[in-house]
């Protein structure tokens, strides 16, 4: 089984927040919110949070699924590149917080000062009594939208927008002003439409991840899917329980997402992020990647020096891996980098 960051201690706190609904009652207000999620959002499903039962239901099914995919991309971004001691981190849009605490979780060896922005003051209560959970965490909460307030954010070291973009409409100055002084962290649901919608986004800034480069993303306008990452994991028992009848798609994690600011580049041209999963065919592994400079071709490894687990351990590489290829050598006219075997950057 996959291993997965989500904490005990938050998988304990909405289990207590839940005790007192039945399965059923949790199961259908789980449907409830999907449903939402989904569709047009009526005014009545604006603060839905204030709902106990929803709020349960939310804690226990999206809440661990949001951690996992943050913690993901800022692994990366942690790799990537250096921050201070104490980092200052603005959560716009921050719901019940799964964003700032995948960050606390991540960077767990900084101290975090964190202002949590979010319409919902029933969403930021919840968020409060959870962050005490985190030794290195102290946050400030905040009210109301993000946009209204461009003139009171106080600078940060990182921002995250966690399935929260429509809250900026299109201030993107602010983007732009968070993304010169700092890091900005954005994910989306996975779709074509978020795809373009980032890759449109990214043009006016500098980009970390998860393109190597300032130029167009070679997956726009092709025929391959769109750029989005997916991860297995192992969900917590209290959200495999509560999806036991639902049997709605839990076992990855599925996002677009789009790293803006200034890092270390990644100097080997040769480096290449992997865009589709691994497959086994006879003699070889092939894939395709998403190169440093630029260009999109298949990846391929023979399998004829390796040991049959070493065949297994490449095939758990999973989709956006950033990698570099061990001797590689071009061939059909380059559209093909056959290579000895990849290693992780």
Not at 105 to 121: G, N, R, Y
Not at 140 to 157: L, V
Not at 210 to 234: A, E, I, M, R, S
Not at 295 to 309: A, P, V
Request: charged letters at 25%; a negative charge.
């Amino acid at each position: 089984m996959k291993a997965r960051f989500y904490p005990e201690s938050l998988e304990l706190f909405w289990q207590e927040k839940s005790r007192l609904f039945s399965d059923e009652q949790l199961e259908a207000a789980v449907e409830r919110l999907s449903c939402g999620f989904t569709t047009a959002r009526p005014d009545a499903f604006v603060d839905y949070m204030s709902d106990p039962l929803s709020l349960a239901a939310y804690g226990l099914f999206f809440h661990p699924q949001t951690f996992e995919r943050c913690c993901h991309v800022l692994s990366e971004l942690k790799r990537r590149k250096r921050f201070p001691e104490t980092i200052r981190i603005l959560d716009a849009g921050a719901g019940l917080g799964a964003a700032l605490f995948a960050a606390a979780a991540v960077f767990k060896e900084h101290t975090i000062q964190a202002l949590a922005v979010d319409h919902s003051p029933a969403a930021l209560k919840c968020l409060e009594e959870q962050a005490v959970l985190f030794a290195n965490l102290s946050v400030t909460t905040r009210s109301g939208s993000i946009a209204d307030q461009t003139e009171n954010i106080p600078d940060t070291d990182l921002t995250l927008i966690s399935f929260a973009l429509n809250e900026f409409s299109e201030r993107t100055e602010l983007i732009r002003r968070l993304a010169v002084t700092g890091t900005v962290v954005i994910l989306e649901p996975a779709s074509d439409e978020n795809h373009r919608r980032l890759r449109e986004l990214q043009k006016d800034f500098p980009v970390i991840a998860p393109c190597l480069q300032n130029t167009g993303c070679p997956l726009t306008g092709c025929d391959l899917g769109y750029c989005h990452d997916v991860h297995g994991w192992t969900p917590p028992q209290s959200l495999s329980k509560v999806n036991r009848r639902l049997l709605r798609s839990v076992q990855d994690v599925k996002y677009c997402y789009v790293i803006l600011g200034q890092a270390e580049p990644v100097l080997d041209e040769s480096a290449f992020r992997l865009i589709a999963p691994m497959s086994r065919t006879k003699g070889r592994i092939v894939a395709r990647g998403c190169f440093a400079d630029g260009t999109l071709r298949g990846i391929e490894i023979q399998t004829r020096h390796l040991k049959r687990k070493e065949e297994d351990v490449l095939m758990e590489i999973e989709r956006s891996a950033l990698l570099r290829p061990i001797t590689p050598k071009p061939i059909a006219d380059g559209k093909i980098l056959r290579m000895d075997a990849v290693e992780e950057i």
